[in-house]
């Protein structure tokens, strides 16, 4: 006994301190399964235990989930759900009155447990066909008027007028309007030219003009730009700068105090 105690004493400190809490964890461990009640099984990491499916933890015991008829033990086995058909009503699942051209729900409680077939809209608890206009198409929708204009019509009120496209203009990606070519700007129903002075070019838009480098707008023109002494063109190229050791002031650069 002296011999191993010798041993123990011997040992570096932390290790004397990990020890103990390794013994330490697994009394616990054994005390938590020990005292386990029934329906439960002992955690699959940690200490402690957990309640069987189809059973819920009640303070330290572990009582049995209630599941009514039309129903069925969700995936943590812990709740329950209705079955298709079935909305959840009390503690309990009442049959879901489905109205013509209409299908159960396969989530239950969404909506009330029914949707409209389609080519049919959700009016109170009807289900009403859907007029689709001429040049239109029905579309696949929970809320909204449940169709849409065919390509190059617009939705005026409950009708799909044809859009009318100016000279130098195209439909644009969705269809439903219209937009000017590059180098042209819309004016009301029409695509004007966008005027360039000289000295200009158009700008990334395509819908406006921006001046050269060492000129700046005025109007409707490009004019040159006075750079004065002691500064140097700024990196937009239509203003200028001060060089080190000067402020500006007014048009001109000073030495700074």
């Not at 360039?196 to 060492?214: E, H, I, K, M, Q």
Request: overall charge neutral; hydrophobic content about 35%; aromatic content about 10%.
């Amino acid at each position: 006994m002296q011999e191993q105690n010798s041993v123990f004493t011997t040992l570096p400190r932390f290790v004397l301190l990990a020890w103990a809490m390794l013994v330490a964890g697994a009394a616990q461990g054994q005390s938590a399964v020990a005292t386990a009640p029934p329906d439960s099984s002992p955690r699959s990491y940690g200490a402690g235990w957990e309640c069987n499916r189809g059973y819920q933890r009640a303070g330290d015991t572990c009582e049995a989930v209630n599941v009514p008829p039309n129903a069925y033990l969700g995936t943590t086995g812990a709740s329950w759900y209705c079955n298709r058909g079935f909305i959840k009503e009390g503690e309990g699942c009442a049959r879901v009155n489905i109205p013509a051209n209409a299908y159960a729900d396969e989530r239950g409680t969404f909506r009330g447990g029914w949707e409209c077939n389609r080519g049919y809209r959700r009016v109170d608890k009807s289900c009403v066909r859907i007029l689709v206009p001429a040049n239109a198409f029905a579309v696949e929708a929970t809320y909204g008027r449940g169709w849409e204009c065919n390509r190059g019509y617009r939705q005026v009120d409950e009708a799909c007028v044809a859009i009318v496209v100016p000279e130098n203009g195209y439909l644009s990606d969705a269809g439903s309007d219209w937009r000017c070519e590059r180098g042209f700007v819309r004016q009301a129903a029409a695509c004007e030219l966008v005027r360039v002075p000289a000295n200009g070019y158009l700008d990334s838009s395509g819908t406006d003009w921006s001046c050269d480098r060492g000129f700046r707008k005025q109007e409707r023109k490009c004019v040159t730009l006075a750079v004065p002494p002691n500064a140097y063109l700024d990196y937009s190229g239509n203003d200028w700068r001060c060089d080190d050791r000067y402020r500006r002031q007014g048009d001109a650069c000073v030495p700074q105090k």
